[in-house]
């Protein structure tokens, strides 16, 4: 919900960051090791080192936001960086509950986990299709191809790498948590279907 006010900030922060980085450092050799972190995390949580596995979240998202900010640095963004950049965090945004679920498999938890990877699906499906429309209709510059494009909704990357903080610092609480994200992002679905609806009736 907030993503595109605090990109700016964080964008700057970390180009601070990288500016005496190697200019050998490939951004997507960034986003590989991001993946293995976050990979990492995953099995923290189905072996309950919920210590360890929020470490490994934390690191994961600082490398997801170093890549993007190495590739501006030395100019090396890439249509197939981006899309690389994208698949693996969804790589990882799935793993991490399914590992916690898999730490403790209880019947509740297991079909609050269905519902949040359901609705997960419709997200992507949401705005993935939503963007391809949008830039068919000359709605986006060929210059941003490579970030998706999409009105802005109740969850966002913000949002859920705060949910992914709370999963890990409270574990005993993950059913309810895990319910509560799956409905937001339905909700989320639901704003994009009917901001959908009035951008292309109108």
Do not use: C
Not at 6 to 20: F, I, N, T
Not at 55 to 72: F, I, S, T
Not at 148 to 153: L, R, W
């Amino acid at each position: 919900m907030r993503d595109h006010a605090l990109r700016k900030y964080k964008d700057r922060l970390l180009e601070r960051v990288v500016r005496h980085w190697p200019a050998s450092v490939h951004p997507n050799q960034i986003s590989w090791v991001a993946l293995g972190v976050g990979l990492l995390a995953a099995w923290a949580g189905w072996q309950q080192a919920y210590g360890w596995a929020l470490v490994l979240w934390l690191a994961n998202r600082l490398l997801d936001g170093l890549d993007g900010a190495v590739a501006r640095l030395h100019h090396k963004q890439s249509d197939f960086g981006g899309y690389l950049d994208l698949v693996l965090d969804f790589v990882v945004y799935l793993a991490i509950p399914v590992g916690l679920v898999a730490a403790a498999p209880t019947f509740h938890h297991l079909w609050a986990l269905v519902l949040l990877l359901t609705s997960y699906v419709l997200n992507v499906l949401s705005w993935s299709v939503l963007s391809t429309l949008l830039y068919k209709r000359g709605a986006v510059s060929s210059a941003t191809v490579t970030a998706v494009t999409m009105p802005p909704g109740l969850i966002e990357g913000a949002e859920t790498i705060l949910f992914y903080l709370l999963f890990l610092l409270w574990p005993a609480g993950l059913f309810p948590l895990l319910l509560l994200l799956a409905l937001l992002v339905y909700v989320t679905v639901v704003q994009r279907l009917w901001w959908a609806y009035r951008f292309f009736s109108g």
